[in-house]
T-cell receptor
Framework: TQLLEQSPQFLSIQEGENLTVYCNSS?????LQWYRQEPGEGPVLLVT?????EVKKLKRLTFQFGDARKDSSLHITAAQPGDTGLYLC???????????FGRGTSLIVHP | GAGVSQSPRYKVAKRGQDVALRCDPI?????LFWYQQALGQGPEFLTY????????KSGLPSDRFFAERPEGSVSTLKIQRTQQEDSAVYLC????????????????FGSGTQLSVL
């Protein structure tokens, strides 16, 4: 059972466009992580957000954790073909230390 | 190597065959997780080890699935009498430590074992 809902499920855009993907839950998370997974590889951590309202930037990627710590967003500015991949959010709630993953957003950036 | 290593990368099994999937975590990492990832889905939790202790196996789908980490390093996921619905990518991840309170450390994933059951 996935506690984290990600949207959109698929996204196909042109190089240079901006995009936002979302991760939502009815549960409160103490922390939330974003990963990117390329075909044939395991997920690679991009960022961890911990504080409600927190904003973190990683080059052209901006991550935000909701004030209530139930949701998060990832915004990519001027997308590039190298951004292509499956973007996954993961969180643990209720005192658990087992990360639960969302279904992911599959992003394709066309040159 | 410095990363998490999984073997084999690909495994084709006939239905009913037993398989064993191996994970070599990063040296010194206390925590080890196994996940199952179906095509187009996110990873689904299977089981968790802290050193040699299997602290959570709630995600194992049936008693045909068994995991061990006898010396607190290498782990093996065994699937007995494989079925077609077992076809998936099996991911192993390790981390230095996972504390309580819902905060968890960075997970380092292997490239996975793609299992196809015919």
């Amino acid at each position: 059972t996935q506690l984290l809902e990600q949207s959109p499920q698929f996204l196909s855009i042109q190089e240079g466009e901006n995009l936002t993907v979302y991760c939502n839950s009815s549960s409160v998370f103490s922390s939330l992580q974003w990963y990117r997974q390329e075909p044939g590889e395991g997920p690679v951590l991009l960022v961890t957000v911990v504080t409600g309202g927190e904003v973190k930037k990683l080059k052209r990627l901006t991550f935000q954790f909701g004030d209530a710590r139930k949701d998060s967003s990832l915004h990519i500015t001027a997308a590039q073909p190298g951004d292509t991949g499956l973007y996954l959010c993961a969180g643990a709630s209720g005192g658990s230390y087992i990360p639960t993953f969302g279904r992911g957003t599959s992003l394709i950036v066309h040159p | 190597g410095a990363g998490v290593s999984q073997s084999p990368r690909y495994k084709v099994a006939k239905r009913g065959q037993d398989v064993a999937l191996r994970c070599d975590p990063i040296s010194g990492h206390v925590s080890l997780f196994w996940y199952q990832q179906a095509l187009g889905q996110g990873p689904e939790f299977l089981t968790y080890f802290q050193n040699e202790a299997q602290l959570d196996k709630s995600g194992l789908p049936s008693d045909r699935f068994f995991a061990e980490r006898p010396e607190g390093s290498v782990s093996t996921l065994k699937i007995q009498r494989t079925q077609q619905e077992d076809s998936a990518v099996y991911l192993c991840a390790s981390s230095q430590f996972t504390g309580t309170g819902g905060r968890f450390e960075k997970l380092f994933f292997g490239s996975g074992t793609q299992l196809s059951v015919l």
